[in-house]
């Protein structure tokens, strides 16, 4: 039984689109080198110590929002699997815990699993947890302690770290780019937005490609020759193989994608000090047969810049929840994008290596989600496609092929 004091607050509507969907998010990392389950568990344990928000769980109130609530139990701790459990699915329960670690040591390394409830906590949150508990596991096995604990607070939705800064709801949201684009055209039939919930979160389908680190490499030479981040290279890819496998030339495409605030607003939000600290850019690629590569990421640079310079994306979430499905009637397919950034080295003892990542989402609905994502990882390109589509690896394969030029020609030039 839980009472009205182990509340600690209310989800903003930032967040709360992620409880009624029971949405985790995981990050899968493949280690090379000795693993020290012992060690790992004690610096799991030292974590949830240092942010004990996420040892509680969710819980609908009576006027139906859902609030975090504190635990009177101690979290179970990491969870140690074995070569029969490769296929298991950990059992994601928001009334239970809001995170869960699974650690799968084999011969030489093993695989490393960290589940967050996606309320309370987006790419860029979820690295800086791993941060701090490699930075911990790191000191158990160099000095045999995992270093001092502070407990940190809940972390805050959004519009709190809005309102604190100043931030105010402007009359543009940022959706008002596709209102031209909007019952404009004859749409081709959608895909079934029919949403059924399941009894707990299920994984979601992912489609995976990566450059190699020589590759990546060329591939960022190539976008400072343009003046271009690889960002913009690979959403101009996005775009531009979603033009390819729709085959409606004439309808322009929608897209949605996230932009990490933490390092815009003033003062900047730590990693962990916010829920999910985004802003939402838009772009109308209006797209023929000659637009290239370069010329389509400078023109998502350049307005995402404008949005930018007018406060249009820092006060975007004001306007509208962040969530991953359906679209806006009378026009084409959204296509969205998320984008974890350049994925600074875990630090790690001696010997051990992060050599691989992937995420995925798990929800409890049936309901059509199509998200791409992508960052720098150890030096290489990661590219997901997250849908539940036939054939998902098509459009994968184009945006990697496209890109793949595009490092080929940095190469040809040096």
Request: net charge negative; with cysteine; aromatic share 6%.
């Amino acid at each position: 039984m839980t009472f009205p004091t182990a509340v600690i607050r209310k989800l903003a509507p930032s967040e709360d689109f992620f409880a009624e969907t029971q949405t985790f998010t995981s990050v899968t990392l493949e280690l090379a080198g000795p693993l020290d389950a012992d060690a790992m568990s004690m610096a799991f344990d030292c974590l949830l110590e240092t942010y004990p928000v996420y040892a509680g769980h969710l819980e609908q109130a009576a006027d139906g929002r859902f609030q975090i609530v504190g635990d009177d139990l101690l979290h179970p701790g990491m969870w140690l699997a074995g070569d029969d459990d490769a296929d298991a699915q950990m059992p994601l329960d928001q009334g239970a815990s809001l995170i869960n670690l699974v650690v799968r040591p084999v011969e030489g390394g093993g695989e490393l699993i960290l589940y967050v409830h996606h309320s309370l906590a987006d790419g860029n949150h979820i690295a800086g947890l791993l941060f701090d508990l490699f930075t911990r596991y790191t000191s158990v096995v160099t000095t045999g302690d995992a270093g001092p604990v502070s407990p940190q607070p809940a972390p805050e939705p959004i519009e709190t770290i809005l309102e604190q800064r100043g931030v105010e709801k402007l009359s543009r949201s940022g959706l008002d780019r596709f209102i031209p684009a909007m019952f404009a055209h004859e749409l081709p039939p959608r895909r079934s937005t029919d949403s059924t919930k399941f009894s707990q979160p299920v994984a979601v389908p992912t489609a995976r490609g990566r450059l190699s680190k020589a590759e990546t490499a060329a591939l960022i030479k190539y976008g400072r020759k343009h003046r271009l981040f690889v960002n913009n290279l690979v959403s101009a890819a996005i775009l531009l193989a979603e033009w390819r496998v729709r085959e409606t030339p004439h309808i322009p495409i929608p897209y949605v994608y996230n932009v990490n605030l933490r390092p815009l607003l003033e003062p900047p939000v730590s990693p962990t000090a916010c829920t999910l600290a985004l802003g939402v850019a838009t772009y109308l690629a209006q797209i023929t047969p000659s637009t290239t590569l370069v010329e389509l990421a400078a023109e998502i640079a350049s307005t995402l810049q404008a949005d930018l310079g007018d406060g249009v994306v820092q006060q975007s979430l004001l306007h509208f929840n962040l969530q991953y499905e359906g679209t806006l009637p009378g026009l084409a397919d959204v296509v969205l994008s998320t984008n974890i950034g350049n994925v600074a080295a875990m630090p790690t003892p001696p010997g051990l290596e992060v050599v691989g990542f992937s995420s995925q989402f798990h929800r409890a609905s049936s309901a059509v989600i199509d998200v791409y994502g992508f960052g720098v990882v150890a030096g290489e390109l990661v590219l997901e496609h997250h849908v539940d589509a036939a054939a998902p690896e098509r459009s994968l394969d184009l945006i990697l092929t496209m890109l793949r030029a595009a490092s080929v020609e940095a190469t040809a030039l040096s």
